[in-house]
């Protein structure tokens, strides 16, 4: 079973910075494409970023573009998200989701989340 | 960006009912709709890719519909294990985008 443990998140006052990380398991991950989607409290799903097998694409939400870098470390098994200066509206569950091997079009397994809290 | 807007929200129904959630694509999507299922507390499972396709493990009493702009997810038999919030994702264009969610409930 595909196993996807997310970690670094935490409470980060505004303008802050975090980085995050996914710890995947029981699957090729080099041959997938990785997501990070995130669920503010009591909302809905937003789609973050997304990153290619070789890291050679990358695509982001534009409320988060120049801030987020995601990245991948394909011999360590890892997916990333470098998140700087943090707003308040970035506060949420963010989930390490696994793609298709042909793109990003779906998320078939999610992590269980890392809570990002923005406040000062 | 491509608007997904979910109706109706929420949905109360009884056990053993047939229950349908619609989601509108502000354009078209062609076959790029995925459906997903979050039960409260946990993180969200794919439920239907490519608008009708089970996922693997996913009971038969679910299904998708639909072409374009208009789709439908179906729930035939309500169970309690069926009391989850659902969300239509589109694939289209980027940014990828979520519907608002549909929180189906028991009477």
């Known amino acids: 079973e595909v196993q996807l443990v997310e970690s670094g998140g935490g409470l980060v006052q505004p303008g802050g910075s975090l980085r995050l990380s996914c710890a995947a398991s029981?699957?090729?991950?080099?041959?997938?494409?990785m997501n990070w989607v995130r669920q503010a409290p009591g909302k809905g799903l937003q789609w973050v970023a997304s990153i290619k097998q070789d890291g050679s694409d990358k695509y982001y939400v534009e409320s988060v573009k120049g801030r987020f870098t995601i990245s991948r470390d394909n011999a360590k098994n890892s997916l990333y998200l470098e998140m700087n200066s943090l707003r308040a509206d970035d506060t949420a569950l963010y989930y390490c989701?696994?793609?298709?091997?042909?793109?990003?079009?779906?998320?078939?397994?999610w992590g269980q989340g890392t809570l990002v809290t923005v406040s000062s | 960006d491509i608007q997904l807007t979910q109706s109706p929200s929420p949905l109360s129904a009884s056990l053993g009912d047939r229950v349908t959630i619609t989601c509108q694509a502000s354009q078209d999507i062609h076959t790029s709709l995925n459906w997903y299922q979050q039960k409260p507390g946990k993180a969200p499972k794919l439920l239907i890719y490519?608008?009708?396709n089970l996922h693997k493990g996913v009971p038969s009493r679910f299904s998708g519909s639909g072409s374009g702009t208009d789709f439908t997810l179906t729930i035939r038999n309500l169970q309690p294990d069926d009391v989850a919030t659902y969300y239509c994702q589109q694939y289209d264009d980027l940014p990828l985008t979520f519907g608002g969610g549909t929180t189906v409930d028991l009477k």
């Open positions: 490519d608008i009708s």
């Open positions: 989701v696994r793609g298709l091997s042909i793109g990003y079009d779906l998320f078939d397994s």
């Open positions: 029981e699957f090729p991950f080099s041959g997938y494409w």
